[in-house]
């Protein structure tokens, strides 16, 4: 059992006031700060209302896409998979995703910010592989396009609330301006009861953040909350869920943490999560405004290396030439 719990403990905060850069109220902006902050410490999870900001028609018109895109036969999605380019960008079988050691019950299609000279042999380095469903491609790189702005804006708005000066998020900025970011689309079919595990295994995020757009499928995203209880982050309109990654942990030497989630989607439907990630060769350390954080001492990581460490053993099949990394 999850959790009687409903998600709606979790905060939701809108971003609003950092959306429009025109119209800047400081007080407003302080106040999204604040609270970013407090949901940072206490979950590592929030709903952000993006309502005023993102017309929600559009992720619904992904779904839609994404629907026709899983709905082929499978030696069509076959032809996007991803021993096709680096093992790590296009499409993955149902349970071919591993999380602690069991099969996920999920396919997908990732895709990752685009490099200037593709290798495939190389691992995370290849290109892209988009369906050929018409107009997905386009559609969704405009998403992506969005969610990159929003993913800045939300570091802003969280540095601030961290009690970083203009210096300071400069210096942080450098190292995710050029956001080595991620594109996950989603196909869960109905967990069946006898499976020997989830839809997605419990684990924490890599980066820094995640701007997921759920279906309204209930109880299928679940939030491990500090006190060792597991709830649910059933989606609300208007807003997306929000979760940190690890490189928030690194940056604040423990104050805030990844949390543990896992999926449990007894439905049938598609989720677009969005991960907004360090720059490929950001040297991520804790941060000076963490300094009088005590006890945990994290160590600096290149985000390159930690990324391409998660991504070699995330899939069934061996995705790096020579073994797995670890
Ligand atoms: N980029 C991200 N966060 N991808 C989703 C990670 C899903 C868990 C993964 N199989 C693991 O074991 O880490
Ligand atoms: O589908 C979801 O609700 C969450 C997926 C997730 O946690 C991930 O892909 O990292
Ligand atoms: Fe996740």
Redesign the pocket.
Known sequence: MGSADSGSQLPIISIAPYWDSQSANTTEREAVSKALHAACVEYGFFYLDISQCVDLAEPEELARLAREFFALPQVEKDKIALKHQDFARGYQRLKE????GKA?NHEGI?IYRPVENPDKSRPLWGENQWPTVLGFQTKYEKWIEKMKKLGMILMEAMAYGLGMNAEEWRDLRAQVDDSFW?M?IIGYPSLPDDHDGFS??A?????CL?LLYADPTKSALQVFLRKRLWINADPIPGCIVCNI?EMWEIWTNGLYKSTLHRVVHRGTNYRI?F?F?PNFTARVAPLPVAGDTPNEVYKPIVYGEF?MK??G???SVDPVPGGKHD
């Open positions: 995703n591993v999380t602690n996920d990732d991620v996950r997605c295994g684990h924490k995020d890599y980066g995640t990654g999560p991960f990630e990324l998660k991504v053993s995330n899939f």
